[in-house]
């Protein structure tokens, strides 16, 4: 089984500036990836990022960065220079490469980037 | 064409009534997915298929039911709609190419009052 845990229910940042979406994960597997979803207010969910267990490197994609901490089970989202468009709910996810394969959810943090 | 089309885009419907929720894709992926959001919870899983003879339940399953009439085709029916059954629902796919990331629908938001 898999958890994901999102403590930050809101955030707030300004314009520009860089900001770092927390996530803890729990599993015993050793092969997994990690996801990050972008919900902007029209409800779609976007593919921002992926990591997967074995990777040495931290991914990027753009803007953002996740910051993998794999002894200590993070995978922070960092999104560099925020624009007003990042305002949104932001999700991390995990699956496992064995079995399932099922996402499975954080509960997301909303993150409003101001002028 | 969207490569997840969910339709309707937003429906309401009175408590006791059977309410059909379509889904089709055209990225030719086997394993598609229900889930429902609702504030707070993030996303739950309510059935997934890898293929169209393989349907299974997710978490939270009571209540709803499923059909896979064809690889690009799944449809989620809630039987008798409940005012709790109000959430946002999404419709996913995934395959290997992308680690099982999912490709979302934009999404269904269903109101039962």
């Known amino acids: 089984a898999q958890k994901i845990t999102q403590t930050q229910p809101g955030m707030f940042v300004q314009e520009k500036e860089a900001v770092t979406l927390d996530c803890t994960y729990d599993t015993s597997d050793q092969s997994y990836g990690l996801f990050w979803y972008k919900q902007p207010s029209s409800g779609e969910m976007i593919f921002l990022i992926y990591?997967?267990?074995?990777?040495?490197q931290n991914a990027t994609e753009g803007r953002y960065s996740l910051n993998f901490q794999k002894a200590r089970k993070s995978a922070n989202l960092v999104i560099s220079a925020s624009q007003l468009g990042d305002s949104a709910m932001y999700f991390c996810?995990?699956?496992?490469?064995?079995?399932?394969?099922?996402?499975?959810f954080g509960t997301g943090t909303r993150l409003l980037v101001s002028p | 064409d969207a490569d997840v089309t969910q339709t309707p885009r937003n429906r309401i419907t009175k408590t006791g009534k059977r309410i059909m929720l379509e889904c089709s894709q055209t990225k030719g992926h086997d394993r598609m997915y229900w889930y429902r959001q609702d504030p707070g919870l993030g996303l739950r899983l309510i059935y997934y298929s890898f293929d169209v003879k393989d349907i299974n339940k997710g978490e939270i399953s009571d209540g709803y039911s499923v059909s896979r009439q064809a690889q690009a085709k799944f449809s989620l029916s809630l039987e008798s709609a409940i005012p709790n059954q109000t959430a946002l629902y999404f419709c996913a796919t995934s395959d290997r190419a992308r680690h099982y990331g999912y490709t979302f629908g934009s999404g269904t938001r269903l109101t039962v009052v």
């Open positions: 996810a995990m699956t496992l490469n064995t079995g399932f394969q099922k996402l499975v």
């Open positions: 990591q997967g267990s074995y990777d040495e």
